[in-house]
């Protein structure tokens, strides 16, 4: 363990991990990289990520390139790199060339994770990676004018093939190869492969792994998260993206709109982007939905248990009012949430009083979400909501947060301002403090 970690903050980050332990098992992930991730110097240490995905049973399916191995190839017997659009222009010397570089490619993934040496993180590994004839391929044919040639598109994954494999332990390795049904070998684009690869296996997540730490926006501030609607229009207008992104963004757009559940864009050229993506809360690179990952809206009964553990701990500590479950059941219709990612992070209620006066209450945040303006967004929904219902003025009771409050509109007023039934409730030991605000 290392001197900066203590064991406090180890033993407290391996169980921050345990959520997704639990919820990537047996889950499928769809990774793909270009040939340059692998020829770079973090190959190794992205292959022992990708081992340790594996151990924690996530099934995987790998898709590579070969791009610079191709150009490579075709350097060094004097041959010309010839593009129409996205696909290269491939002859038959061109195919050899392509034929090698991805054969080599293949088998250098294949070295990198039969890695055991003790004493790193793939000391123990019983990894076995797979190979086959997963992929059926199609001409490009003519296109503008120019024959492609040997330039393929997937016409069709074996899902089932593949999924027996994942079934029984196996990591399934595809390349940007494949035969056609007349036994001709096609090039074929790496980013449609994988498109292809999750969208026909319903992959929960396809990650690509880029020339940039994700899609940005023209001031280059990384884009976290983006919904299918946005990446399209990114890229229409986006010049500025990076020349993987160019390329990857339509194939992740169009997987995440055929139902893959998450993809994600993410940078190679960084030490460990991959397990920080997958296992921190805000990841580091770009995650494309169908929609967005936060949702303000009124609670639903099955939000019941999302909403117990998030103010369980508040309760614990005093902060929050205790509230039975059989109580939250009741009275769930009362609440607004925000839901990020598919876990409740936040809620406040409405409790009406006679006829024009209401409590706000219950207002709480997930404290790994707390000043993103989720606080502020749901007390503006809450007033909506009042106002909606003829509310004319806001109460709330507070121990810790009056500032909070008071920054909002809220004044302190006295206990005798509030309504009789409250008043009469009106906790004496807990001395809440009691803002207003008219609406
Ligand atoms: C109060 C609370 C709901 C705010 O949620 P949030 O999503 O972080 O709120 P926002 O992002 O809209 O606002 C964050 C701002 O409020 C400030 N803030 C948070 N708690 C505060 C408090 N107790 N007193 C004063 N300011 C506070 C933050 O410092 C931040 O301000 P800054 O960015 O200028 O530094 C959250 O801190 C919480 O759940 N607290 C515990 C529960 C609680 O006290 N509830 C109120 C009783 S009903």
């Known amino acids: 363990m290392s001197e900066e970690l203590s064991s406090a903050d180890f033993v407290a980050w391996f169980r921050s991990v345990a959520p997704y332990v639990n919820l990537f098992r047996g889950k499928t992930f769809v990774i793909a990289f270009g040939g340059k991730a692998i020829s770079g110097p973090l190959a190794r240490t992205l292959a022992y990520d990708v081992n340790l995905l594996a151990a924690l049973g996530i099934r995987l399916v790998l898709v590579h390139g070969a791009r610079p191995q191709i150009e ?44 055991g040496l003790p004493d790193t993180p793939m000391a123990n590994s ?80 396809l990650v690509f792994l880029t020339d940039s730490q994700g899609a940005t926006d023209i001031d280059g501030s990384l884009l976290d998260e983006l919904t299918v609607d946005a990446a399209e229009r990114l890229m229409t207008l986006g010049d500025w993206l990076s020349p993987d992104l160019k390329r990857y963004l339509p194939c992740a757009a169009r997987a995440s709109r055929a139902g893959v559940g998450r993809v994600h864009l993410i940078g190679y050229n960084e030490d460990g982007t991959l397990l920080r993506e997958l296992f921190s809360r805000d990841g580091v690179g770009t995650i494309i939905t169908r929609e967005s990952l936060e949702q303000l809206r009124d609670a639903r009964p099955d939000d019941i248990s999302g909403l117990v553990a998030l103010i369980e701990p508040l309760e614990e500590d005093g902060t929050l009012v205790r509230r039975s479950r059989e109580l939250l059941e009741r009275e769930i219709s009362r609440f607004s949430v925000v839901e990020h990612d598919g876990m409740i992070v936040g809620c406040a209620a409405l409790y009406p009083y006679g006829e024009d006066q209401a409590e706000l209450a219950c207002v709480a945040v997930h404290p790994h979400y707390r000043r993103w303006g989720y606080g502020e967004q749901l007390i503006k929904r809450i007033e909506v909501r ?47 403090k009691v803002l207003m605000k008219p609406l």
């Open 126 to 205: 019983t990894i076995r990676v797979v190979g086959g004839n997963f992929i059926t391929a199609k001409p490009v044919g003519v296109l503008d004018g120019v024959d492609m040639q040997y330039a393929g598109q997937v016409r069709k994954i074996d899902a089932d093939g593949i999924r027996a494999q994942l079934g029984i332990g196996n990591i399934v390795l595809l390349s940007c190869m494949g035969a056609s049904p007349t036994g001709e070998i096609f090039n074929l684009a790496m980013e449609e492969v994988a498109e292809a690869a999750a969208t026909a296996l319903a992959a929960d997540k």
């Open 386 to 432: 009042a106002r909606a219902a003829g509310i004319k003025r806001l109460f709330v009771l507070t121990t810790a947060t009056s500032h909070w409050f008071k920054e909002r509109g809220f004044a302190e007023r006295p206990i005798a301002e509030l309504p009789a039934e409250k008043r009469l409730m009106y906790n004496l030991q807990r001395r809440s």
């Open 72 to 115: 490579e190839e075709l350097r060094e017997k004097g041959l010309p790199s010839l593009y129409h659009g996205r696909y290269r222009i491939t002859d038959a010397p061109a195919l050899d060339c392509v034929i090698d570089a991805v054969g080599s490619v293949y088998l250098e993934i294949e070295a990198l994770l039969s890695q």
